[in-house]
């Protein structure tokens, strides 16, 4: 199995502590299976390529970014799993010169950390 899949065999990534097997369909708190990418895009205001997650572990009544952050409970359509050295070769070959960081966000990204930091190792 993948790396950045093994913890989610029994999710305790974030303080929830769940336990459940997100590689099989149980989900826990932030109802996320795998880490799915709901967009990307290159934001030469912030000099920044972004990568935007789905799920949160949260349920902020005011959340600005409810279709992303409730997902998959908001029945919207994002892009889905992307593996990690796949959305590293994206983000390189579509940086420019300006572009000095990546940006992750979404939900609370602890729910992937693993992903994130694949991908940031692969890139
Ligand atoms: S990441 Fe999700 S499934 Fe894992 S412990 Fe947190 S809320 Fe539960």
Redesign the pocket.
Known sequence: MMQHLSE?AR??????????N?LEG???????EMPQVAYTMLSETLASYLVTML?C?FRCIHCNAYRISQYPDAQWFYRDYVGPAVLADEVISRMTPDTDKINFTGGEL???LPYIEEVVQAI
């Open positions: 989610l999710c305790n990534l974030c303080e929830w502590r769940c336990g459940v997100r149980e989900r826990g708190v932030c109802r996320a799920g572990n602890t729910i992937h």
